[in-house]
């Protein structure tokens, strides 16, 4: 599913093509991708300009100005698992699973968005809405300080892992920069944030921001859904040095990477390179626990 590079990809792209344009036309093919009805949604962003674009975590939001004075409206994107949005001429035909067309100025070219599980969500919201949303993710993991993140690692018990895919001390993550990070960083998914040493915290920050650093430079992975937002797939899939690689050979010390379940998602790691610590978290501990915040996470309100 999209995470932070993915969906700041997406987020330049819009900065290239849409920003500044006008969404003169909306159409709602699948209303069931919306927070809200499809009238407020409508009357939400037609007409309005967009005057800006942000990404927090995995959250787009863009800052839609209308003609009349009124209050600046949002326009918020959540990609969900395989949620797509894609700049196209309005004849390219229809792909299967379009659930949102948003004509730009004279309707020439349109911003659509597909959705094949259906676990994005877009949503027309004010200020005070959006910021409620983003108010409860921790700090975009591009801008989390070292500080910051030492602070939300304090005392944490339970796997590394989940913690790391939680979206309140920072956002963004998901399971593969999870993975590749804690690869890099030589931590184990079941070691737990609270009792690593400072030295080795420092290393999952540094490893984090590096592993980020790339894959957004690279328009990051594609596995099956994730596009940008002229169709191309993201580059990094081919440097993925742990997720998706069970039994692979290590690119480090030539192992056979491992696959285990960690709060209920597969974590990959390198057995002899990521040391089992002797304090580690139960691997089933959080399991039920994060499979109900699995769920929150995509909603909007
Ligand atoms: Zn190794």
New binding site residues.
């Given amino acids: 599913m999209p995470e932070l590079p993915e969906v700041e990809t997406v987020s330049r792209g819009l900065r290239e093509r849409v920003l500044g344009r006008q969404i003169s036309e909306v159409e709602v093919l699948h209303p069931g991708i919306l927070v809200g009805s499809p009238a407020g949604f409508v009357g939400g962003i037609r007409g309005r300009r967009v005057a800006s674009i942000e990404r927090k975590g995995k959250v787009l939001a863009l800052a839609l100005e209308a003609q009349d004075g009124a209050p600046v409206n949002f326009l918020m994107v959540r990609l969900g698992m395989t949620g797509q949005l894609t700049v196209r001429r309005r004849e390219q035909p229809l792909e299967p699973h379009t659930h949102v067309r948003l004509a730009l100025d004279t309707g020439e070219e349109e911003v659509r968005f597909r959705d094949a599980r259906r676990f994005g969500r877009l949503r027309s919201c004010t200020l005070e809405e959006l910021e409620a949303v983003l108010g409860r993710l921790g700090p975009d993991a591009q801008q989390v300080t070292e500080a910051e993140f030492f602070q939300a690692a304090r005392a944490r018990r339970g796997a590394v892992k989940g913690w790391l895919l939680n979206q309140r001390g920072f956002s963004g993550l998901g399971n593969i920069y999870a993975d590749e990070s804690l690869f890099a960083a030589r931590i184990h998914p079941l070691a737990q944030p609270g009792r690593l040493s400072r030295r080795t915290l420092r290393r999952l920050y540094q490893s984090l921001k590096k592993v980020l650093r790339r894959a957004v430079d690279l328009q990051g992975t594609s596995f099956r859904d994730y596009i940008d937002i002229e169709g191309r797939e993201g580059n990094y899939r081919q440097r993925l040095e742990a997720y998706g690689r069970a039994g692979e050979p ?6 056979a990477i491992q696959r285990i379940v960690v709060a209920g998602r597969s974590s990959h790691f ?1 057995p ?3 040391r089992r610590p002797r304090d580690a978290a139960l691997p089933t501990g959080s399991h039920r626990a994060s499979k109900g915040a699995r769920h929150t996470q995509f909603g909007l309100s």
């Fill in positions: 290590c690119r480090r010390c030539h192992s390198c002899h390179c990521q």
